[in-house]
């Protein structure tokens, strides 16, 4: 028999892979890494490091982390250990390992509304402390530059700012809904709010189905959940944070418009007990099929595919968040940060950091993805993972990057999250008018940013 040059090739390839026991690529378009080839060639050698031990939560993108950290285990021979803890212990632990004399863990994973007070208190090391070569990959999606801290102003910002932590995980808020009766029913997927009330109205059937359901419960439920609406209609809780200007602006006719609408979906199209809803309660009426469209995180993806968990497997539709006619689409970024701490020896900061720079590489993002949670590269978006069913949110996650950004970014943020938590369930119930709650908020705000030394004022109040 004659063989062709190209053939001899491919079969003398194939007989190295199998008397070696490895993958070895022989040509052609470079594949994605898996499999044996993952573990046979590390994606980015860090060398032999020290076990480390990471805090990490409980949420539902962390079985996907877990798997990318077998592989690195596997792959490097190094050893991470996860102190795996519900999302309501993870603030306290974090605090009580970074105020001790030693740090338990030598990464702590924080959401990102809690990196102000970490970073501002110095009980992180700054990555160029532990690595002054350190570069973060221009294709790391850069979350409004919340890795970084700028001590003099009091921001998170790369201008004159330094690098503190590295993303985890990048949680935006998106819009899910029914693709099957979307269709069925002759309709596009929304752009506009205009859009999804047309959709509500034609398809509410309830108990059935509910046409729209918001995120209602009071604290940070409702207020994260209401941040798109609010964002989009170009509102905000204070004028210019960045440059120091705290003049509360929560109490402006557009954040009225913002909050007017949340409660029209609610009591037109939401179920009954509207202001008790929190993001399990959303996914459940969803996954139930008892949900047209609501706004929901990233990683609550994975259980609308779930047969385990999701009576509408394959029919759940992902798209940019919806848009007010004179607005933006927004969403707001919940992401997760790893940070060192600063109580941890050199050592122990060198291992966390190689752990951190494997994690961020291409191919480690690229599994991260295949195995179910929120890649933090944005080329991990124009991948083939993106074409796939399975990852239909992708295109819709892409989209969203731009219209995505960071609130609450000052040390005041946890104070603003309580009295906002508190005063938009009271509207969202009947306690208050919007204007009253938003009126209220206003006051309470400006006070706080008194009592911590801030450039501050007030709009006129809201008539009622």
Known sequence: MKFSKTLFSVLLCATFLVLTGIGVYCGGQQPQTEGVLAVAKPFFDVGKQPDITMLINNSPWFPGFEKLVELYEKQTGNVVKLDVTPYAGMLEKTRNALHSKESPYDIVNMDTQNTVEMYSGGLLTPIHEIDPNFELDPAVIGYDECHYWNPT???????????????????????????????????????????????????????????????????????????????????????????????????????????????????????????AIAQSELLQLMTTGKALQLICVTAAWPHMDNPDTSLVVGKVGVTVNPKPTEGEHASAIGNWIAGIPHNVSDEQKKGA????????????????????????????????????????????????????????????????????????????????????????????????????????????????
């Open 153 to 275: 102003k009091q921001w998170r910002t790369k201008n004159g700012g330094k690098l503190m932590g590295l993303p985890t995980n990048g949680n935006y808020q998106l819009y899910y809904y029914r693709a099957d009766l979307y269709q069925e029913a002759g309709l596009a997927p929304p752009e506009t709010w205009d859009d999804a009330i047309v959709a509500a109205e034609k398809m509410h059937d309830p108990p059935n189905l509910y046409g729209y359901v918001v995120r209602g419960a009071r604290g940070n439920q409702i207020r994260f959940g209401w941040m798109p609406f609010m964002l989009g209609h170009n509102a905000g809780f204070v004028r210019d944070p960045a440059n120091g200007d705290f003049t509360v602006t929560i109490n402006s006719p557009e954040a009225k418009q913002a909050l007017d609408l949340y409660i029209e979906l609610a009591e037109r199209f939401g179920p009954p007990n509207s202001g």
């Open 353 to 464: 950091l190689a752990f951190m720079k494997w994690f961020l590489t291409y191919d480690a993002q690229y599994k991260y993805g295949e195995f179910g949670s929120v890649p933090v590269r944005e080329d991990i978006f124009e991948t083939d993972l993106a074409q796939k069913e399975e990852f239909r949110w992708m295109k819709a996650y892409k989209r969203t990057i731009p219209y995505a950004h960071q609130v609450l970014g000052y040390t005041e943020g946890p104070q603003l999250v309580e009295i906002s938590g508190l005063r938009l369930n009271q509207a969202l119930i009947g306690e208050l008018s919007s204007a009253e709650a938003l009126n209220l908020m206003a006051e309470e705000m400006h006070q706080v940013f008194l009592d911590s030394g801030r450039e501050t004022g007030m709009l006129p109040k809201l008539p009622d």
